[in-house]
Structure formats: structure tokens, C-alpha cells
């Protein structure tokens, strides 16, 4: 594995040729966009960053209902970003920005996001990635993570030995210094909402 994963539980990056299954609708059925919008509890007029945004599926989708905030659309491979460029260049929202993880975009949302979306994302980033994404938040800045189930049978998504079990991703957390304040689930997913 490349040693910029180590602590990922996923073997491979996620492959920009499956991206078409980031937008497949039935998504918002088993993980309502609503349901991941109350848990991001985002402040009037506050900034939010996707992280490993993908297709920006469920950023456009909750950038649509929140007009007020801003959202920077983070993902470390091109073509993923280029998928979300062309999306926005139809839907023409406003209110997000898509971003390439470069050390020089991190550095500059360093201490300024007052929320942190890691949707299906735990599994798949590294340790390294992980301290970059805690370093985005603002004090008092919380962060979702919500991703795919080891411990129940899905018929979509990865492998479960390429995701965590929820006590999995809370310990993985919690070793990194994060507090778990609040945890959840959905039939495929669980959600942990945690706080440095
Ligand atoms: C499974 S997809 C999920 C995309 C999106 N969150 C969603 O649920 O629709 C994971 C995405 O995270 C991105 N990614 C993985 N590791 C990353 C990292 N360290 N920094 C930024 N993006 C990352 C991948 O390129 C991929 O687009």
C-alpha cells in the first residue's frame, strides 16, 4: 500500500471509472441528504468543507438547501473534480467551490471551517489525510463522518473488509484525539460526529 494511506482499511484509492455510482439517486433513499444535513448542523452563513467530495453529490445537494453557506469541495484526484466542474457548470450553484487536496489548499482552509463532511471517506483516507482534515476546523468546529457499515450486510458498497465497523471508526478516531459527540446510524452506514 502507499505509505500516504497507512491507516486506511481500504487497499486502493477510490476509482474515478466507478464515479457514475457516487450520483446513482438511490443514495438519498438509505442516506438522506437531510438526515446528513441536520447531523452538519451548519451555522447561518458558515463555511463547510466537503472532504473526498467526489462527484459533489451530496454537496450540491445540501449546498441547494443551504444558499447561505459556503462549501469548499475537496478531493485529491483530478478527475473526480473535473466530474463535479461539470455538474455545477449545469446546476450553476454559486455557493461551492471544488478544490484539489493540494498541501496549498489545505494550508489555506487550516483553522477556518466550522464544519468537516467525510462522507464514505474514513475507509479510503490515510493517516497523514486525517490529520489534514482535523486541521481545517475552526475551535469549536465539529466535524461528520459518516461512512459505509463492516458490521451489517449491504448490497451496495465496498467489501467489509475494506471499511471499519462503527467502534472501529470511533476508535481510529478517538486515537487521533477526537471526541465522539454524538453517534448514529443508517441501514447501511454509521454516522459519528466528533470534536478536537
Ligand atoms: C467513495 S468516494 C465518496 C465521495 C463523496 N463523499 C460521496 O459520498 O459522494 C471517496 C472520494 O474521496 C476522495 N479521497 C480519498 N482520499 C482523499 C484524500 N486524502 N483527500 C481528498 N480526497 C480524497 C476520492 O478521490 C473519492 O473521490
Do not use: C
Not at 48 to 74: E, K, N, S
Amino acid at each position: 500500500m502507499d505509505p500516504h494511506r497507512h491507516g486506511a482499511r481500504q487497499p486502493e484509492r477510490f476509482d474515478p471509472e466507478r464515479a457514475a455510482a457516487l450520483d446513482d439517486p438511490s443514495r438519498f433513499a438509505y442516506l438522506p441528504v437531510q438526515d446528513v444535513l441536520s447531523l452538519l448542523d451548519i451555522p447561518q452563513g458558515g463555511l463547510w468543507v466537503d472532504f473526498g467530495a467526489g462527484t459533489g453529490a451530496y454537496a450540491r445537494a445540501i449546498a441547494r438547501l443551504r444558499p447561505d453557506a459556503a462549501v469548499v469541495a475537496l478531493d485529491e484526484q483530478p478527475p473526480m473534480l473535473a466530474l463535479l466542474q461539470a455538474a455545477l457548470d449545469r446546476e450553476k450553484l454559486a455557493n461551492i467551490k471544488p478544490a484539489l487536496s493540494t498541501p496549498r489548499e489545505i494550508a489555506s482552509l487550516r483553522g477556518r471551517a466550522d464544519r468537516v463532511l467525510a462522507l464514505n471517506v474514513l475507509h479510503e483516507i490515510g493517516d497523514a489525510s486525517l490529520g489534514d482534515l482535523a486541521s481545517l476546523l475552526k475551535t469549536g468546529g465539529k466535524a461528520v463522518f459518516i461512512d459505509w457499515n463492516a458490521s451489517v450486510d449491504r448490497p451496495v458498497g465496498p467489501p467489509k473488509g475494506h471499511v471499519f465497523s462503527p467502534s472501529e471508526g470511533r476508535s481510529r478516531l478517538e486515537s487521533f484525539g477526537w471526541s465522539i459527540l454524538a453517534a448514529s446510524s443508517f441501514p447501511y452506514h454509521y454516522a459519528l460526529v466528533g470534536a478536537l
